[in-house]
């Protein structure tokens, strides 16, 4: 079992930035593909964005236009998910998720889910 704990959200005016985090216990994360995604009241879940394993590889969701970062330190099992420039439309719950496969492509990959974390961006 992994157990996956997000932090960081919290209310910032538009254009001002937030850094998730996702803490990671019960397994190893190293060899884990990691993703965010995110959900608004009343819609669907969406992917955000998502990585390897190793970190080297990255990539997101088009309409993000590269506004929001993902990385990770396996050091310290944890995922992070970086984000810029922030919209009122960028306000929901976002989760953090892992996958046993090596990438994630949609929610379908993911085999763990952590409880999600409120981002409300204000105008």
């Known amino acids: 079992q992994v157990q996956l704990v997000e932090s960081g959200g919290g209310l910032v005016q538009a254009g001002g930035s937030l850094r998730l985090s996702c803490a990671a216990s019960g397994r190893t994360v190293s060899s884990a593909a990691m993703g965010w995604f995110r959900q608004a009241p009343g819609k669907e879940r969406d992917f955000v964005a998502a990585?390897?394993?190793?970190?080297?590889?990255?990539y997101y969701s088009d309409s993000l236009k590269g506004r929001f970062t993902i990385s990770r330190d396996n050091a310290k099992n944890t995922v992070y998910l970086q984000m810029n420039n922030l919209k009122p439309e960028d306000t929901a719950v976002y989760y953090c998720?892992?996958?046993?496969?090596?990438?994630?492509?949609?929610?379908?990959?993911?085999?763990?889910w952590g409880q999600g974390t409120q981002v409300t961006v204000s105008s």
């Open positions: 998720a892992a996958s046993i496969a090596p990438y994630i492509y949609s929610e379908v990959q993911c085999d763990y």
């Open positions: 990585i390897t394993g190793s970190g080297i590889r990255s």
